[in-house]
Structures are given as C-alpha cells and as structure tokens.
C-alpha cells in the first residue's frame, strides 16, 4: 500500500490477471475518495470514486472498496493491461473543510506481457 | 476542448533566476491548485484559488508566488530559484462541486542547477 517516503510501492503483475493496490488514508472525516492514473509524464487522470456512503463502487474493469473502520481504500483492476501500467494515486477530501484534495505517494504497477 | 494547459514542459533555471509557470484552463472552473510532486512523494499543495482575485497558500508556498486575475489563468511565479524547488509541477483546476475531482495539466518539470 501507499505510504510517505522517499521509495514508491511497487506491484508487478502478470498480464490478464487482476491487480489489488491498497491505500491507508489519513482523515477518518474524509468522505470523498478518488483513484488517479498517472502515466510516465503525464498529469494524474481520474479513474474512479467513492463517497463515505458507500463501501463499493465499480467502473469498467476497476473496483473501488472502502473500509472506514481502518480507513483502507483499494483498487481493483480487472483483466490487467500493459496500457494500465502506471502509478495510481488515491485521494481523500473532506466536504466543507477545505478546497483541496490531499494525495498518497502513489504505487508504482508493472504490467508484465 | 484543451482542458488544462500549462507551459513550458521543461526548464532548466539556474540558482537566484526567476521565471513564471503558466496555467490555462478552458472549462470555466472555478478553483485552480498549483501542485508539486517529488519522486516518491505524493503531490504537495504550493496555492490555490477559489475564484479571480482570490489566492491561497497551501502546504508548501514559500519560494512561490500566484495571481489569479481571470478565471482561466493561474499563473506561478518563482523568485530566487533554489536547487529544493527542482521538481515537477502540476496544475489543476476543478468545478465547484467535488465530483470528478480534478483535472490537471501535463506538468512542468523544472530543474534548478
């Protein structure tokens, strides 16, 4: 999973398989989540989101699942692609208490042919 | 539609220069953020702005500054270049309700030498 440091967390995984890539974040308050795909020199693009109120939303080939309790978001990619190779980023925002959206590190996934 | 646009892609500044990154978007977003990412960091907030003539520093603003005379230009201004603003830069903009998060642009990579 993500976490703050000088190494990116890493996933390689076989093409066709599925890839899970968690992220612990940091506000208990939070109640609005995004996925982020960012490609080498790229800005991050979004992926997916997920409000408080739900525990699971699923995109075309993504799943997002949140679990408030340990404050855990993951995402999940169906049928893993070498176009999905890429760092993905998950942030957290809090509605009425600030303007911005706070981001993890990032996990680095390989997708291997 | 171009979305965020910012230029230059690459500068090389020498320590004590001075320049200015440019920021464009074309979707009448309100909000507009100035971000840096280090690698291995996640994205750092430098300034935002909720509105024309409505700026705000974030995380990390020393060494910046920004102006927001119009909706679609979020200017930032670096004075004295530092080798520790070696970074790339990325900014975004959003619309006044959360959903989608934000859009960003391509990212400035600027190094300081």
């Known amino acids: 999973g993500e976490s703050v440091g000088l190494h990116l967390p890493t996933l390689s995984v076989q093409e066709g398989d599925n890839s899970i890539i968690n992220c612990a974040y940091s506000n208990s308050a939070s109640d609005y989540f995004i996925w982020y795909k960012q490609e080498s020199g790229k800005g991050p693009q979004f992926i997916i989101d997920?409000?408080?109120?739900?525990d699971k939303r699923q995109g075309q080939r993504v799943t997002v699942l949140l679990n408030k309790t340990v404050k855990h978001l993951s995402l999940q990619i169906a049928a893993t692609q070498p176009g999905d190779s890429a760092v993905y980023l998950c942030?957290?925002?809090?509605?009425?208490?600030?303007?911005?959206?706070?981001f993890g590190t990032g996990t680095s996934l390989t997708v291997i042919p | 539609n171009a979305g965020v646009t910012q230029t230059p892609k690459f500068r090389i500044l020498k320590i004590g220069q001075s320049m200015t990154l440019q920021c464009t978007q074309d979707?009448?977003?309100?909000?507009m953020y100035w971000y840096r990412q280090d690698p291995g960091m996640g994205l750092k907030l430098i300034y935002y702005?909720?509105?024309?003539?409505?700026?705000d520093k974030g995380e990390v603003p020393n060494g910046y500054n920004v102006s927001r005379s119009t909706t679609e230009d979020f200017p930032l201004r670096l004075e004295l270049a530092a080798p520790s603003q070696t970074s790339v830069y990325f900014c975004?903009?959003?619309?006044?309700?959360?959903?989608?998060?934000?859009?960003f642009g391509s990212g400035t990579r600027l190094t300081v030498v």
């Open positions: 702005s909720v509105g024309a003539g409505i700026t």
């Open positions: 997920i409000r408080s109120n739900m």
């Open positions: 942030a957290e925002n809090l509605e009425n208490t600030g303007n911005q959206f706070y």
């Open positions: 979707m009448n977003h309100n909000y």
């Open positions: 975004a903009s959003r619309q006044t309700t959360r959903g989608l998060g934000y859009t």
